[in-house]
């Protein structure tokens, strides 16, 4: 069975400084990756998925199939960044069900 | 931008009884999902529901569960009898390009 592992709970990081937040996965197969993020009181927001290979909000991933990795990184924190964010993984490409880690609290300080 | 829409925000229940989570998916999607979140714990899928029956479901989502979609816009799980380890965020999803997830049911069984 599939599983993404998110090794940090909390992680805190000046303003300006960069940002990266891990994510792992186990799977035998192609899977599609995502990157969720919730802010406070807010729904759960699709951030990035990797086939998009693209930028938004200043945060990119790039999935790394030999690691099995899939981080999140930010070259410059902003204070806007403050949420929880959770990796996703979903079977092949369709309309599988999303698998999520635990997810990491991201705390930028002042 | 339309979004998903979930009723009530936060439901209180006696053990034992008997549960409606609403759900409103967004218009032209057709793919459907609830998954829930115990405090502190993951995200976990529940089922999928597609052309009016389940595509998939998880262990969790045994006989005291079930879903329906009434009529053409809502998207329903039932609970037939609460339990205190059922408390927890329920999420309702819906599918275009990727899943967008609706802003949650809390629910506490007291």
């Known amino acids: 069975a599939q599983r993404v592992t998110q090794p940090e709970k909390l992680l805190s990081v000046f303003k300006g400084a960069p940002v990266e937040l891990k994510c792992n996965y186990s799977?035998?197969?192609?899977?599609?990756l995502f990157w969720y993020v919730q802010y406070s009181r807010q729904r759960l927001q699709l951030l990035l998925r990797?086939?998009s290979r693209e930028s938004i909000k200043g945060f990119t991933a790039d999935l790394n199939k030999g690691e099995t990795s899939f981080h999140l990184k930010k070259p410059f924190a902003q204070e806007e960044d403050s949420a929880m964010y959770y990796c996703?993984?979903?079977?092949?490409?369709?309309?599988?069900?999303?698998?999520f880690g635990t997810g990491t609290r991201l705390t930028i300080i002042p | 931008e339309p979004e998903v829409t979930q009723t009530p925000s936060h439901q209180v229940t006696q053990m034992g009884q008997e549960v409606i989570l609403r759900c409103v998916p967004i218009?032209?999607?057709?793919?459907f999902y609830w998954y829930r979140q115990i405090l502190g714990q993951k995200v976990e899928f529940l089922v999928s529901?597609?052309?009016?029956?389940?595509?998939?479901k998880s262990e969790i989502f045994d006989d005291q569960f079930s879903v329906e979609r009434p009529d053409g816009s809502n998207f329903t799980l039932k609970i037939r009898s609460t339990k205190l380890e059922d408390s927890a965020m329920y999420f309702c999803?819906?599918?275009?390009?990727?899943?967008?997830f609706g802003p949650g049911t809390r629910l506490t069984v007291t």
């Open positions: 999803a819906s599918r275009g390009n990727e899943q967008y």
């Open positions: 799977y035998s197969g192609s899977p599609e």
């Open positions: 990797h086939i």
């Open positions: 996703a993984l979903r079977k092949g490409f369709g309309n599988e069900k999303l698998t």
């Open positions: 218009s032209n999607h057709l793919y």
């Open positions: 529901f597609y052309n009016n029956e389940i595509s998939e």
